[in-house]
């Protein structure tokens, strides 16, 4: 008789596992490098409309591998509480993503997985 593994549920408990924190920067000075290559950087461009919101991933010019092994899976943000969408990335793929929303009193939150990190998030 032979072992096998469900790889299935195997990568449905990793993904469960590594969602479970948020990780975010408190103290931009203070951050290390590991901290910012995996933080959400967030531009917001004024339009007539509303505004645009343009999100690479990395802080000061340090900027995360995206390859097979190690790489950045989605970008997803919120207005609020509403959802404004999911971008997913491959390797070789720049993580890079851009969101309308009318003129909102709300914080905007913007979440980034790596998947050997977990969940990375900043808000403006
Ligand atoms: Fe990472």
Same mark, same amino acid.
């Given at each position: ?6 790889f299935? =549920?195997?990568?449905?408990?990793? %993904?469960e ?5 948020? $990780? ?6 203070? /951050? ?8 959400? =950087? ?21 900027t ?7 790489? @950045?899976?989605?970008? *997803?943000?919120?207005?609020? +509480? ?5 971008? +997913?990335?491959?390797? =070789?793929?720049?993580?890079? /993503?851009?969101?309308?929303?009318? *003129?909102?009193?709300?914080?905007? @939150?913007?979440? /980034?997985?790596? %998947?050997? $990190?977990?969940?990375?998030?900043? *808000?403006?």
């Amino acid at each position: 008789m032979t072992d096998t593994v469900d790889f299935e =549920n195997a990568v449905t408990e990793i %993904n469960e596992g590594i969602l479970e924190e948020v $990780h975010s920067i408190e103290d931009i000075e203070a /951050a290390t490098d590991f901290e910012l290559k995996h933080t959400p =950087n967030i531009e917001v461009v004024e339009l007539a409309s509303g505004q645009l919101i343009k999100v690479s991933i990395g802080l000061k010019g340090i900027t995360h591998p995206q390859t097979e092994e190690h790489l @950045i899976e989605w970008i *997803r943000a919120f207005d609020g +509480t509403e959802p404004l969408g999911t971008i +997913t990335f491959g390797p =070789n793929e720049t993580p890079f /993503a851009e969101f309308e929303v009318k *003129r909102s009193d709300s914080q905007i @939150i913007v979440q /980034a997985l790596c %998947n050997l $990190h977990g969940l990375w998030e900043a *808000r403006v």
